[in-house]
């Protein structure tokens, strides 16, 4: 007998996963530079040259910080480096123990899910969203509740989700700059979700905590401003990855922030922890606990997403696809030609040997997502098949 739960999960089809298998089946078949595949968001550019460097550096010279176990949270000198760097960043007064550094966004969502949990919780999402936070959601034993799309400009959809917010709300998850749609949430955004979140606390006599998920946080483009969510909301956790700042998706690094002006903060970064510990995310890898801390005030040279976003932007409109303005990631989510949009994916892979990630997936039927972190020539040699695809409708 097996979990019927973790069975349906490691069973289940990845569309994403069938997309990029596929298209290394079909190159083998007609030629890499034949095929056209937008389905992974796998950082396009190298880490900083620093980071090498850092690696091999302490390989070299300190021996002593890695192939070790560090602390369950993370070694103490790296988390002040993050605090230090957030408040040089942000201005702020945080320091090295509220940190639970962690292998990647995706386990430091894990950890928050599970420290915050009661049974009934529930923790609102706003849809296009993440897929793997449903995953981790109920992982966590808690139920996540959806809000569809507002699909003129991916912000939120304040009357719905003034309705979703009961008793039972736990927490709401935000990812801004956000995939799939690449979308930066305006000052007005958050600041009218703050407000709500204020006052719903107030009237359930419980905090509702707002759960940002940050691994695009540094992919942002000219004229956009992503703020700094706790300075607009009190009980901000923040969840943060060096998968794409730095280009590290591979080396799973990043953190858990648990700001202490949170209510119960205490309480709550010491359930992370717990989460941490019954979830086996201790002790991040060590190495690049050190390197990440030493190269977190850099990025990699993230230039190229922008110039690749104005580029496919601006010939899918000319070609009459309806794009909403992405501010950062590197993710475009135009509508697809035809309502259904799996059949819309299908046609594009069948026929023009473009992979694009139907939107149901995301909770946004009617779309596709494109992800650009891709070599801006094939980029240029796409537009062609994007072309001939609008055309055939
Ligand atoms: N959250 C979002 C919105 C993501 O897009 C991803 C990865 O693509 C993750 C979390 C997980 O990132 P990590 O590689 O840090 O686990």
Known sequence: MVSERMLGLGTARSVIRELFEYG????????????????????????????????????????????????????????????????RRFGGDYTADQFYITVGAAASLCCVFGALTCPGDEFIVFAPYFPEYKVFIEGAGAKMVLIPPEIEGFQIDFDAFERAVTPHTKGVVVNTPNNPSGVVYSRQTLESLAAILTE?????????????????????FQGFEVPWIPHLYRD????????????????????VLVPGQVTDAGRVYAAVAGAGRSLGYVNAPSLFQQVTSLCCDMTSDLAVYERNCQLLTDALREMGYHVVQPGGAFYLFPRSLEP?????????KRDFDLLLVPGSGFG??????????????????????????AQSY
Do not use: W
């Open 24 to 87: 290394k089946q079909r190159a083998a078949q007609v030629g890499a530079e034949n095929v056209f595949d937008f389905s992974l968001g796998n950082p396009s550019v190298p880490a900083p040259d620093a980071v090498n460097q850092e690696a091999i550096r302490i390989l070299r010279e300190q021996p002593e910080l890695i192939h070790c176990y560090t602390s369950a949270q993370g070694d103490a000198a790296a988390r002040q480096r993050f605090a230090d760097s957030l408040n």
């Open 200 to 220: 719903k606390s107030r009237a359930y006599d419980h905090p509702i905590y707002l759960i940002s998920d940050e691994p695009y946080r540094e992919i942002v």
């Open 236 to 255: 901000t956790i923040v969840c943060y990855s060096f998968s794409k700042s730095l280009s590290l998706p591979g080396e799973r690094l990043g953190y």
């Open 340 to 348: 259904d949009d799996m059949a819309f994916s299908e046609r594009a």
């Open 364 to 389: 946004a039927p009617g779309h596709v997502r494109i992800a650009y972190c891709v070599q801006t020539e094939m980029l240029e040699r796409a537009l062609p098949r994007f072309r001939a695809l």
